[in-house]
């Protein structure tokens, strides 16, 4: 009932350079502290000679300035780092285009009489049921696994029925259920997973995705994160 899984080699990706980090952040910095100066110097100048300026408060500007000047700094450095790390995933991921992946979802889909599923348990369960269901929501063939460790199994689907009858090519979908110790391990600890294809890879807003299309022509956005296996 084990799919052996086949870790793709990265394919011939395109190249992409991370985006040149504005350093209109750095410019301001300079700007200020310039603008800073020039008012300092302009109130020496017109000080008052009976009430010179307090040289504790000008010492803690200039402290203030140059803490904003860091800031500034750090913000243009983490930008940078981040641009970086947007152009690394990007690259991984152009290595999955065209491959089958395990990713969020219950969808099913006979392909020559066999159907690829996984399930992924957040804890031990002595008994992990998996039950098949057509497009009404009937359920037409139930798998006990028994006991299975926390982590990702790989199942198959057969296409037939219960009693033993091949059944036709409609859209089908899964659902699981686990126990653990006579107690219901809780849905968020259960994740099922379903074959899709990658499309193309999405950056938009900072973020690197990937849109896949899984059975019954269901296509979507997923982050990298929720690949939780390469089939082939």
Same mark, same amino acid.
């Not at 800031?71 to 780092?81: A, E, K, P, V």
């Not at 006990?144 to 926390?150: E, F, R």
């Given at each position: 009932?084990?799919?052996?899984?086949?870790?793709?080699?990265?394919?011939?990706?395109?190249?992409?350079?991370?985006?040149?980090?504005?350093?209109?952040?750095?410019t301001s910095?300079?700007? /200020? %502290? =310039?603008?800073?100066? $020039?008012?300092?110097?302009? #109130?020496?100048?017109?000080? *008052?000679? @009976?009430?010179?300026?307090? +040289?504790?408060?000008?010492?803690?500007?200039?402290?203030?300035?140059?803490?904003?000047?860091?800031?500034?700094?750090?913000?243009?450095?983490?930008?940078?780092?981040?641009?970086?790390?947007?152009?690394?995933?990007?690259?991984?991921?152009?290595?999955?285009?065209?491959?089958?992946?395990?990713?969020?979802?219950?969808?099913l889909e006979?392909?020559?009489?066999?159907?690829?599923?996984?399930?992924?348990?957040?804890?031990?369960?002595?008994?992990?049921?998996?039950?098949?269901?057509?497009?009404?929501?009937?359920?037409?063939? /139930? %798998? =006990?696994?028994?006991? $299975?460790?926390?982590?990702? #199994?790989?199942?198959?689907? *057969?296409? @037939?029925?219960?009693?033993? +009858?091949?059944?036709?090519?409609?859209?089908y979908t899964?659902?699981?259920?686990?126990?653990?110790?006579?107690?219901?391990?809780?849905?968020?600890?259960?994740?099922?997973?379903?074959?899709?294809?990658?499309?193309?890879?999405?950056?938009?807003?900072?973020?690197?995705?990937?849109?896949?299309?899984?059975?019954?022509?269901?296509?979507?956005?997923?982050?990298?994160?929720?690949?939780?296996?390469?089939?082939?």
């Open positions: 009932m084990t799919i052996t899984s086949v870790t793709a080699s990265p394919s011939s990706a395109p190249t992409v350079t991370p985006a040149v980090v504005n350093s209109a952040a750095s910095a300079a700007q /200020t %502290q =310039d603008s800073f100066l $020039q008012l300092l110097v302009a #109130q020496i100048q017109n000080q *008052d000679p @009976t009430k010179p300026l307090d +040289a504790s408060a000008m010492t803690a500007q200039m402290s203030q300035l140059n803490v904003v000047a860091g800031i500034n700094q750090l913000n243009t450095t983490l930008s940078s780092i981040a641009a970086a790390t947007q152009a690394n995933d990007a690259i991984q991921a152009s290595s999955l285009i065209g491959h089958s992946v395990m990713v969020p979802g219950n969808n006979l392909v020559k009489g066999s159907a690829k599923m996984g399930v992924q348990l957040g804890q031990p369960a002595s008994d992990v049921q998996v039950n098949i269901l057509d497009s009404s929501g009937n359920v037409v063939n /139930t %798998q =006990d696994l028994g006991a $299975q460790a926390a982590g990702l #199994q790989n199942l198959t689907w *057969d296409g @037939t029925a219960n009693a033993g +009858a091949s059944l036709g090519t409609p859209p899964f659902a699981v259920k686990a126990t653990n110790a006579g107690q219901a391990v809780p849905a968020s600890a259960i994740t099922p997973l379903a074959v899709a294809t990658v499309n193309n890879v999405v950056m938009a807003g900072g973020v690197t995705s990937l849109n896949v299309t899984s059975a019954g022509n269901t296509e979507k956005n997923i982050s990298l994160s929720n690949v939780y296996e390469v089939i082939s």
